[in-house]
C-alpha cells in the first residue's frame, strides 16, 4: 500500500519521530525474550543451565527438539488439538457473535435479565469437584467434546462483541429491517460482515485459549491417550524431565564419560514454548488484518 | 434512582413497538431473537450454575471419599476462620495493591500502544510491530520470570549494569530483594508481558472507526493530536469503559504465576496473594470447603465492584454491562 | 471448495481417531494403573516390557501424573473412578481412609512368595492400625544396603579450595568457612568474575537447604523439620529451630553475609539461578543434599572438573559426633497399591510378585545377561565399555531399552544381592572407584579413600526412621501449624541473614517469638507416630 503524500507539518515530524521510537523500544524489549527462548531451545542443555545465553546458542543441537517431537503421541495429539482449536474457534465466534446480537437488541424483551445471566458468571465458580460431576454426569468425560462444549458462549466474549455491535450505526439495521430482513438475515448479512474486527479478535482469543489449554485434558480425558492434546503431551515431557536422567548416579557415570545428553527443564521449556508459538506466529497474519491496517482502509468498506 | 447492586431484568417497553401490546404478544414477534439466544442461555445455566451447588462446601467440613450429605456441617466456620486469620489481611492489601496496579497500567499502555500502532504509515512495519509486541504472551511466566531474574541481578544484570556505566548508581541495586519495590516490578513486568496482546482489542475497536470522520476532522483543520484526542479516543471509548467495569471483578483473582515465580522469602510479605493463599492452606492441604470459602467471598467483593463501576458508569452516561 | 475440503478432512481425523480407539482390542489381561511419578508415556513396545508382557501375559495400561497431584487425588477420591492399580505418594493413605484400597495380607499369603520372602524384613512397618498391609513401598532392601560414590548431603567445597590448603579435612562449620574466607581473600577473581564465598538455597520449596542445617550442624541425619532426640531410652521429638545450634549457624551466616562472603542475592535466586552460580566454578561452598546440586556437578564434571564440589560431614563443634548419612529405610508410608476397582486382584498381585522377584529385578536394572552386562570368574555383574555406552544414552534407556518403566513407581529391589551384586548396576561396590571422573580420583587419592561416603560416619540405627516420612494428616491443625510455620522460617531467615551485625540478637528475638508457638501440634503428631513406630516396627 502506498501511504498518501500530505503536508507534513511540525507537529507530524514530532509524533513520527515519537511513534517510531517508541515502537521500536517496544520491538526491541518484546523481540528479545522470543530471541532468547529460541536460542536456549536449539542449545545444549546442560550447556544452558550455566546461563549467559542471549541471542544465540552457544552449543547448537537439535537434540531437544528430537526429544520432544519424537514422542509417539505428539502428532496424534497434535491433531487434536487442530481440531479442537478449529472447531472451537469456529463454534464460539459464530454462537458468541449470535447471543451478542440479541443482546444488542434494545427491543429484545430478554436482553436484561439474559445479560445479567451472562454477567454473573465471570464472577461465579462452583469449584472444582462439582464442575467434575457435571462434565462426568453429561457423559463428557473422555469425550472429545468436553474440549468445545463447556466454553461456547463465554460471557467476556460475548460483552465484547456487543460492545462493538452497539457501536455500529443503527441506521444500517433499521433500513434492513424496512426492506422486510429477519432477524437472522440482519445478523448473517448485515452485522456479521461488520464485526469482521472484532470477530478477528475474539477468534484470535478463542483459538489461542484452546490451543494452549491442557487443564481440561488433565481433568477429564487424561486416562484416554486418544483425546491427548498436544500441550498436555508436552506438559508430560516437562514434568518427567527430572526423572529423565534416570537415577542420579547413571547421570554422574555418564557425566564422568563426558558423552551424555540429557534434557532438563529449562531446555524443554524453552522448545515447547517455541513450538505451540510457531503455529499461532504463521496463522496471525490471516486474523491481523482484520484489525491492523493502512488509515486508508476503514472498517465500514464494503 | 434505582438501587445500583440491582439492575432492572426487563427492559422498559420500547418506543417501537406502537400501542399497548401484551408481553407475550412482543415476545411472539420477537420469537426469532429467542430462538437465536435462549439455546445458549440454557447452555450457560446447565454449564455455570448447576455447579454453583458445590458452595455448600463451604459451610461443611467437606472431606472427598464421602457423599455430599453424609459430610459434617460447620456453618460459618470457615469463613470466621478466614477473617480472623492476619494473613488474610495482608493477603488483601496485597492482592488488591497489585491487581490495581497491573489494571491501571495494563489498560492506559495497551490503549497507547494501539494508537501509536494505528499512527504508523508504513504498513509492513506496522505490523511486523504489531505481530512482535505480542509475542512475549506466549511465553510462560516461569520463562518470562527467569529473564526478568537475570536482568535485575545484582551479579552482572543488565538493569544495573546500564545504571552502574551512566553512573546512576554506585553500588548495584538487590531490586527483587526490596519488599517495597516488589509491586511496581509485578506491575512493570506485566506491562512488558502484556501490553501487545491488550492492545489488539483497541485496535479491533479503532479498525472501526469511519474514516469519513477523520476524514472530517482533517477538513475542519486537526492536527493528527486533535484527531486522536477528537476522533480515535472517544471511538473506542465504550469498549474501554466495558473493560474497566469488567475487570474491577478480577481484582481479587488475578495473578498467581508471576507473583509466585518473582517472590523470594525477602518480599514475602509484599509478594503473597489470593491465589496462592488459597492453594497453600486450602487445595494443597485438601481444605476444599475451605477453598470453596474464599471463593465465595471473592466472588461476593467482585459482584459488588462490578455493580458499583456499572453504576458509576450509568451515571457518567457510559457504555455499560447491563 | 476449499472450505467443503477442509470440513471433509476434519471429519476424516474425526474417523480416524474413532477407528483408532476401537481397534484397541485386547487378547493379553490389562491393568489400568496410575502412577504419581511423571514418566513420559510407554512406548507401547521396549526390549524388557516385551519379555514381561511374553511371561506374564499382562498389560499395563499406564497413566502418568501431569498436572498437581492434589488435584488429581481430590477427584479421584471424590468420583471414586479408580484404575486397578495407583501409587500416590504421601497421599496413599487417603485413598486408605476412603476404603479404596484393598489389604494385600492374605493376597501375598496365598498367591506372592516371592513378596513375602523380598519384603519379610520390612512385613511390620507396612502394617497400618488395623493390622492390614494396604501398599508395596517402592523399593524393598531384602539383603544388605549398597553404597554410593556421594553422600545423601554435606557442606560441599569448591576442590580448588581443598587442594590448594593441602587436603584438610573439615570437621566444624568455623573450620569450613575459615577456609573458604581465606581463599577468597587471594583469589578475589575467578575466570575474571567476582569469586562467590558461599551461596546457600532458599528458593519457595526447596528452602529446607538453607532451613535444615541446625539439625545436621547437631549431628543428625535428615529426619525433616523436627528430630527424635534419645533422651533415657526414649525418642523424645525435639524442634532445632531455636536451638543454639541454629542460633549459632544463622550468626555465621549474617557475619559472613556482612563480610561479603555469602552471595549478596542468595536469598533473591530461584533454584535455576542457583545452578547457573554452582556450574560457573566461581562458588565456593554451599550446604544442600545432593541431588539437588547433582546438575552443577554434572556440568563441572564436563566442563570445569576442577572446581567440582566435594561434600563434607561439617559439625558445630569438635564435642559433637556426626550420624549424618541416612539410616538405610524404605518409604513405608506409600506405595503402589491395588484398588478395590481391580476385578482380579489375584492376576495384580501374581503380577506384583512376578516383577519384585531377582530375575526380573536383574532383567529390568541390568538387562539380558550377555547383552547387557556380563559376569565376571567371582559372579560379579559388569558392564563392558560398549554396552556401557548403550546405557549412558538416557533416551536408549527408557524408550528401547524400557527398564525405567518396571522400576520407577513400581516395586523394585534396592541394596546387594546374595551374590554380592548390587540391584542398581550404578551401585555395584567394586565399580565406585573404578568408574569415577579423573578429577574425582584426584581427590579420593588425596584423603586416601574410594567414595565420598568414606568421610562419613556409618549411620547409628534409629528404628522408626525419618521422621519426615510420617505424613501429618492433611488439613489438620497440626498441618496448618506446619504451613505458618514454613512461612515463619520463609520471613526470617533472610532478615536475619541479612541484618547488620549489630541487628542480628534483635532480630533473632523477633523470630523466636514468631516461630516457638507454631510447633505445638506438629510435634504432638510426630511423637505419636515415633512412639508407634517404635512400638510396632
Not at chain 2, 469498549?239 to 517472590?263: A, D, H, K, P
Amino acid at each position: 500500500m502506498k501511504t498518501r503524500r500530505i503536508h507534513r507539518t511540525k507537529e507530524d515530524i514530532i509524533l513520527d519521530f515519537v511513534v517510531y521510537t517508541s515502537l521500536i523500544f517496544l520491538v526491541i524489549i518484546t523481540l528479545y525474550p522470543f530471541l532468547n527462548t529460541l536460542a536456549v531451545s536449539f542449545n545444549d542443555a546442560l550447556d544452558s543451565s550455566k546461563g549467559g545465553i542471549y541471542l544465540w546458542p552457544r552449543k547448537f543441537t537439535l537434540y531437544n527438539y528430537r526429544s520432544l517431537l519424537s514422542r509417539q503421541q505428539i502428532f496424534h495429539a497434535s491433531l487434536i488439538s487442530v481440531l479442537r482449536t478449529v472447531l472451537s474457534t469456529l463454534f464460539c465466534t459464530f454462537s458468541t457473535a449470535m447471543v451478542a446480537y440479541t443482546l444488542s437488541r434494545k427491543e429484545f424483551v430478554f436482553r436484561k435479565l439474559f445479560s445479567f445471566i451472562y454477567v454473573l458468571t465471570m464472577y461465579i465458580d462452583g469449584g472444582l469437584i462439582p464442575n467434575y460431576f457435571l462434565i462426568r454426569n453429561l457423559g463428557l468425560t473422555n469425550n472429545f467434546w468436553v474440549y468445545v462444549l463447556p466454553g461456547l458462549v463465554t460471557a467476556f466474549n460475548l460483552i465484547v462483541i456487543r460492545t462493538y455491535i452497539n457501536g455500529l450505526p443503527e441506521s444500517l439495521i433499521e433500513s434492513a429491517r424496512v426492506d422486510g430482513a429477519g432477524e437472522f438475515t440482519i445478523f448473517t448479512r448485515i452485522v456479521l460482515p461488520l464485526c469482521k474486527p472484532v470477530l478477528a479478535t475474539i477468534a484470535l482469543f478463542v483459538a489461542v485459549a484452546n490451543w494452549n489449554a491442557w487443564f481440561d485434558t488433565f481433568l477429564y480425558n487424561s486416562s484416554n491417550p486418544q483425546l491427548s492434546t498436544l500441550q498436555y503431551e508436552l506438559m508430560k515431557v516437562l514434568q518427567s524431565a527430572n526423572t529423565m536422567t534416570g537415577s542420579l548416579e547413571q547421570a554422574l557415570a555418564q557425566a564422568a564419560t563426558g558423552s551424555m545428553q540429557t534434557i532438563t527443564p529449562r531446555a524443554i521449556r524453552a522448545t515447547m514454548t517455541v513450538i505451540v508459538t510457531v503455529p499461532i506466529a504463521v496463522v496471525y497474519p490471516f486474523l491481523q488484518r482484520y484489525f491492523v491496517h493502512g488509515l486508508t482502509l476503514g472498517g465500514l468498506k464494503e | 434512582m434505582k438501587i445500583p447492586a440491582m439492575p432492572r431484568l426487563f427492559a422498559k417497553k420500547t418506543p417501537t413497538l406502537a400501542g399497548k401490546k401484551s408481553f407475550w404478544q412482543t415476545l411472539m414477534k420477537q420469537k426469532v431473537l429467542l430462538f437465536m439466544s435462549l439455546p445458549f442461555v440454557i447452555h450457560v445455566i446447565i454449564f455455570k450454575y448447576i455447579p454453583i451447588w458445590g458452595w455448600v462446601l463451604a459451610f461443611q467440613n467437606y472431606w472427598p471419599g464421602k457423599s455430599i450429605f453424609d459430610q459434617i456441617w460447620v456453618g460459618f466456620d470457615n469463613f470466621k476462620w478466614l477473617f480472623r486469620d492476619p494473613v488474610f489481611y495482608q493477603v488483601l492489601r496485597n492482592t488488591l495493591a497489585m491487581s490495581i496496579i497491573q489494571l491501571a497500567f495494563g489498560m492506559v499502555s495497551s490503549i497507547i500502544l494501539a494508537l501509536i500502532i494505528n499512527e504508523v504509515r508504513l504498513v509492513f512495519f506496522k505490523k511486523t510491530a504489531q505481530t512482535i509486541s505480542y509475542l512475549p504472551h506466549f511465553i510462560s511466566w516461569v520463562v518470562a520470570a527467569n529473564l526478568i531474574r537475570d536482568a535485575l541481578s545484582t551479579d552482572g544484570g543488565i538493569v544495573n549494569e546500564i545504571l552502574l556505566k551512566l553512573h546512576i548508581i554506585k553500588e548495584p541495586i538487590m531490586f527483587l530483594g526490596i519488599p517495597q519495590l516488589f509491586w511496581w516490578i509485578i506491575g512493570a513486568s506485566h506491562v512488558w508481558k502484556e501490553v501487545g496482546w491488550g492492545a489488539i482489542i483497541y485496535l479491533a475497536a479503532i479498525a472501526s472507526v469511519d474514516p469519513n470522520l477523520y476524514e472530517a476532522a482533517t477538513i475542519d483543520g486537526a492536527g493528527r493530536l486533535r484527531r486522536i484526542w477528537h476522533v480515535t479516543l472517544p471511538s473506542i471509548q465504550p469498549i474501554i469503559v466495558i473493560l474497566l467495569v469488567m475487570n474491577m471483578g478480577y481484582l481479587l483473582s488475578s495473578g498467581f504465576e508471576q507473583q509466585y515465580l518473582l517472590q523470594n522469602g525477602r518480599v514475602i510479605d509484599y509478594a503473597r496473594v489470593f491465589t496462592i493463599y488459597e492453594l497453600d492452606y486450602g487445595i494443597k492441604m485438601m481444605r476444599y470447603s475451605f477453598a470453596t470459602a474464599v471463593g465465595i467471598f471473592r466472588s461476593v467483593v467482585s459482584l459488588v465492584l462490578v455493580f458499583g463501576a456499572n453504576y458509576v458508569a450509568k451515571l457518567l452516561g457510559q457504555e455499560r454491562l447491563l | 471448495m476449499r472450505r467443503r475440503r477442509l470440513l471433509l478432512l476434519l471429519l476424516m481425523v474425526l474417523t480416524v481417531t474413532a477407528a483408532s480407539v476401537m481397534v484397541s482390542a485386547q487378547k493379553t489381561k490389562t491393568f489400568t494403573v496410575f502412577l504419581s511419578e511423571p514418566l513420559p508415556d510407554y512406548p507401547g513396545s521396549t526390549i524388557v516390557g516385551d519379555i514381561i508382557e511374553k511371561e506374564t501375559g499382562v498389560k499395563l495400561q499406564r497413566e502418568y501424573l501431569v498436572g498437581d497431584l492434589e488435584t488429581k487425588v481430590g477427584l479421584m477420591i471424590a468420583s471414586g473412578e479408580l484404575p486397578d492399580m495407583l501409587t500416590a505418594a504421601h497421599f496413599t493413605s487417603l485413598f486408605k481412609d476412603a476404603g479404596m484400597l484393598i489389604p494385600l495380607n492374605d493376597l501375598v499369603e496365598k498367591h506372592a512368595p516371592n513378596i513375602k520372602r523380598l519384603y519379610a524384613k520390612h512385613w511390620e512397618q507396612l502394617k497400618q492400625e488395623d493390622g492390614n498391609v494396604y501398599w508395596l513401598p517402592i523399593q524393598a532392601i531384602p539383603y544388605d544396603t549398597d553404597d554410593s560414590r556421594y553422600p545423601e548431603l554435606g557442606f560441599f567445597i569448591n576442590k580448588k579450595v581443598l587442594k590448594e590448603a593441602g587436603w584438610p579435612k573439615i570437621k566444624t562449620l568455623d573450620e569450613y568457612f575459615e577456609l573458604i574466607e581465606n581463599y577468597m581473600k587471594k583469589h578475589p577473581r575467578i575466570n575474571g568474575e567476582r569469586t562467590i564465598g558461599y551461596v546457600t538455597l532458599f528458593d519457595s520449596w526447596r528452602s529446607f537447604a538453607t532451613t535444615n542445617v541446625p539439625q545436621h550442624l547437631l549431628g543428625y541425619p535428615n529426619e525433616g523439620e523436627f528430630v527424635p532426640v534419645l533422651e533415657a531410652g526414649k525418642f523424645v521429638v525435639r524442634q532445632y529451630h531455636t536451638s543454639n545450634a541454629a542460633k549459632a549457624y544463622y550468626q555465621k551466616l549474617n557475619e559472613m553475609y556482612n563480610k561479603g562472603v555469602v552471595d549478596k542475592e542468595t536469598f533473591v535466586l530461584n533454584y535455576d539461578q542457583y545452578i547457573e552460580k554452582l556450574s560457573s566454578g566461581r562458588v565456593l561452598g554451599t550446604f544442600n543434599q545432593y541431588w539437588q546440586v547433582q546438575e552443577a556437578q554434572q556440568i563441572l564434571l564436563r566442563d570445569d572438573p576442577e572446581s567440582i564440589f566435594i561434600p563434607f560431614p561439617v559439625v558445630l563443634d569438635e564435642t559433637i559426633e556426626e550420624y549424618q548419612r541416612d539410616v538405610p529405610y524404605i518409604q513405608a508410608t506409600q506405595g503402589l497399591a491395588i484398588t478395590t476397582a481391580c476385578k482380579d486382584p489375584v492376576g495384580a498381585i501374581k503380577f506384583l510378585d512376578y516383577l519384585i522377584r531377582e530375575e526380573t529385578q536383574h532383567l529390568v536394572q541390568w538387562g539380558i545377561k550377555g547383552q547387557h552386562y556380563e559376569v565376571d570368574e567371582n559372579g560379579h555383574f559388569y558392564r563392558t565399555e560398549e554396552q556401557l555406552k548403550l546405557f549412558r544414552d538416557p533416551d536408549w534407556v527408557r524408550d528401547v531399552f524400557g527398564g525405567p518403566y518396571f522400576y520407577n513407581s513400581f516395586p523394585n529391589l534396592r541394596g546387594i544381592d546374595k551374590n554380592g551384586n548390587s540391584f542398581m548396576p550404578d551401585r555395584q561396590p567394586h565399580l565406585i572407584y573404578a568408574d569415577s571422573h579423573e578429577s574425582e580420583k584426584e581427590v579420593m587419592d588425596a584423603y586416601g579413600i574410594k567414595a565420598f561416603t568414606e568421610f562419613y560416619n556409618k549411620p547409628r540405627p534409629r528404628k522408626y526412621y525419618p521422621l519426615w516420612t510420617i505424613t501429618i494428616p492433611a488439613g489438620s491443625p497440626a498441618h496448618i501449624e506446619q504451613t505458618r510455620m514454613k512461612d515463619v522460617l520463609n520471613a526470617y531467615v533472610p532478615r536475619m541473614v541479612m541484618s547488620r551485625t549489630r541487628d542480628f540478637e534483635k532480630v533473632w528475638a523477633e523470630y523466636v517469638k514468631a516461630i516457638s508457638p507454631l510447633m505445638k501440634e506438629q510435634i504432638k503428631v510426630y511423637q505419636e507416630q515415633i512412639d508407634w513406630r517404635m512400638e510396632n516396627w
